[in-house]
């Protein structure tokens, strides 16, 4: 079975703190992705990676970063947390490079930052 | 700016079937439209996905009309458990880029 995992389900931090979500995908798969999911907004992409220390903004990367240093993870990284990073934030992974592959999704980080 | 829209909520009974269209105006001819599902507490999964005419599986169909401006996704005779958020996907292949829809919350009633 298939699995996308995130080091957090729930996640309280101060302003101003730096913040590390984790996400690790067992299907070897090239690309991963970095939602925040907003009510009435959707799914907003951050970051995505198409492979190894490999990298490309999404739509919303203001004030955040991403790593991936090895293919099964991919870090989002929150430099200087502030409130309105208060959201969930979904992972996802994706075999190849073709756009219309299936992408399969972690069970998401809620972070709260007060 | 590429742009996906579908309605806020929608709602339903038990048996009946639900209808979803998804607008997607600047859709390419080699562009596909995903459908994903998320319940609550879950990431979204997929549940279909097509590029023209009309796809269908075990759990949905997909029409997508000549123009492929929009497309609906339907859900034959839904019972309490398909009442979950679904999400429209279109993938650009022109700018490789990603663009969910915001959501249509479906409630089932029994």
């Known amino acids: 079975d298939v699995k996308v995992t995130q080091s957090s389900r729930y996640l309280v931090k101060r302003t101003g703190e730096k913040v590390f979500l984790e996400c690790v995908q067992d299907m070897d798969h090239e690309n991963m992705f970095w939602y925040r999911q907003d009510p009435g907004l959707g799914l907003r992409l951050i970051y995505f990676?198409?492979?190894?220390?490999?990298?490309e903004k999404g739509d919303i990367p203001e004030g955040y970063s991403v790593s991936r240093e090895k293919k099964e993870r991919f870090s989002l990284i929150l430099e200087s947390a502030s409130t309105n990073q208060t959201s969930m934030y979904l992972c996802?992974?994706?075999?190849?490079?073709?756009?219309?592959?299936?992408?399969?999704f972690g069970p998401g980080t809620r972070l709260t930052v007060l | 700016l590429a742009k996906t829209t579908q309605p806020i909520s929608m709602d339903s009974y038990e048996g009946q079937e639900v209808n979803i269209t998804c607008s997607h105006n600047?859709?390419?001819?080699?562009?596909?439209i995903t459908w994903y599902q998320q319940f609550p507490s879950q990431g979204p999964r997929f549940i279909i996905q097509g590029y023209k005419t009309k796809v269908t599986n075990e759990v949905a169909s997909l029409f997508i009309p000549a123009d492929r401006k929009s497309s609906t996704l339907s859900l034959p005779r839904v019972s309490l458990s398909d009442t979950a958020v679904y999400y429209c996907?279109?993938?650009?292949?022109?700018?490789?880029?990603?663009?969910f829809g915001a959501g249509t919350t479906v409630t089932v009633r029994a």
């Open positions: 996907l279109v993938a650009y292949t022109s700018d490789y880029k990603l663009s």
């Open positions: 996802a992974s994706r075999r190849g490079t073709s756009s219309y592959n299936e992408q399969f």
């Open positions: 600047n859709i390419a001819t080699n562009d596909y």
């Open positions: 990676s198409y492979d190894v220390k490999m990298k």
